[in-house]
C-alpha cells in the first residue's frame, strides 16, 4: 500500500504526485496542511523526522526526499509499464544532471522569492510568542533561519541574487527546450516532472521572465505537461496549498 | 573505453574513481591540474562546458557529477560482479537520501573551510592581473564567486556557520555508524564512497571534531575504507593534488 503525504501538487511535492499518476499507481493521497503547519507536528516528525514533505509510506516502509521518492518508485515497480526513467544509461545520466540541477540550484532561487512573497505576509501575521512556538517545532536548524529571515524579509541584495539565478534558470530551460522537446532527450522522463515542479505557473508568477515572446519553448512545454492527462487528473483531484491553475482544479 | 578526468583521489574526483577500482574496471586516469588551472582550459571546456571535474568519457559520451557517473558505472555495467548500489529499492533510495545529503549539505561546509585553508592563500599569491585572467576563463559565475572570496577571506560568520555545520555532519555519520556498519545499511555501497570522499583526512584537517574519543565509530569506517584493497590501489597508483596520505602514496 503507498501513501504519499505531500503539500499537494505544487513544488517538491508534485513530483511524487505527479509521477504516481504517471505511473498509474493506486495510493492514497495524505494532504498535509503546511498552513497548520502539520508537517511540524508529532506525528509526522515521527513518520519523517525532518519534518518535511513530500514523504511516501510504502507497506511501512518511509521513503523522503522528493527525487529520491520519484527514482524509488521506478525501482519498486519495475513491471510497470510507464516509465519515467530512460532505458539508456547514457540517457539516465542526463536525466539525473537535470533532477540534480533543480534539486541543488533551481529549486532554491524560485523557494526564496516564494517564501518572501508568500511565507514572509504569513510569519509576520503572527505574535512574537505565536511565531517562537512554532519554530520550536522545526527540527532542521536551517529552516528555523530561513522562516526567520522571510519573517524579517530577505536582504535586498539576497532578493537580487535569487532573480538573477532564476534568470540563469530560466535562459537554461529555454535553451534546452529550444534543442529538445523533453530535457533528457526524446522521452518525457523524471527530469521534466522534477523541472516543472518548479517551473509551473512561472509563467505567473514570473511572467516577465517566462512568457510566449521571451521563452516560447519553455511555456510550450509547461502548457504540454499541463495538458498530459495524468497533470489534468492530479490537478482536478489534489487538494492545494496554491491557487488552482485553472477553474477546472479548484474541484 | 572509459577515461576519467579527475583531480586525483580526494573530494568529488573520489567518488568515481574509488568506484572504478573497487568495480575493477579498466580506464585511462588523465590527472587534470588544478594548479594549472586545466579544468579551466578550452580542450576540457570542451569536455564539459562547466569546466568541473571529475568527468568520465566512455566511448566518446559524456558524463558528468561525480554522484551521477558513480551510478552511472553502476547501469552501464550490470554485468560487473561488483556491485556498489543495493539490490533492494528501499535500501536504494537510502543510499540515495545520503549521495544528496553529501552533494547538498556535507559537501560544501567542508569545501568552504578547504578553500578559505588552501584557495585563499593560493589565490592571493596572483598578481590582481593574474588573477582576473584567471577568473576569465571560469564558466559558472558561482564558482567565479567563491574564488573571489577565497582570495578575500571568507567573513567570519560564513566561517563559522559553516563550522557549525561541519559539526552537525559529523555527529550525524558517527550517529549513523554507531547503529550500522555502512551509512546505507549492511553493505558498502555508493553511500560510503560518497561521503568518504569528504570524510576522508578530516581526522588530519578538523582533528578536534574527528578523531577516536569524539567519532570512534566515523574514525573506524574511515580507516575500514583505506583499508580497502580498492582504496590502497587507487591511493597508490594515482596522482593527486593533495597531500599522500601515507608514504607508499607518494610513489
Known sequence: MLTLYSFGP???SLKPLLALYEKGLDFTPRFVDPT???????????????????ALDHDGHIITESTVICEY???AFPDCAIKLRPADPIRIAEMRVWTKWVDEYFCWCVSTIGWERMIGPMARAYSDAEFEEKMARIPIPEQQAKWRAA??????????EEMRKIGVSVAKLEARLAESEW???PDYTLADICNFAIANRMQHGFAE???TAATPHLVAWIDRI??????QAMFAQSKSEM???RPAAAA
Not at 36 to 54: I, S, T, Y
Not at 226 to 231: D, I, V
Open 10 to 12: 505544487a513544488a517538491n
Open 36 to 54: 497548520r503547519f502539520e508537517h511540524h507536528e508529532d506525528w509526522f516528525k515521527q513518520l519523517n523526522p525532518r519534518g518535511q514533505v513530500p
Open 73 to 75: 518508485l521506478e525501482d
Open 151 to 160: 519573517r524579517a524579509g530577505f536582504p535586498k541584495a539576497t532578493l537580487d
Open 183 to 185: 530535457l533528457a532527450g
Open 209 to 211: 521572465l517566462v512568457n
Open 226 to 231: 499541463n495538458a498530459r492527462p495524468a497533470a
Open 243 to 245: 491557487p488552482a491553475p
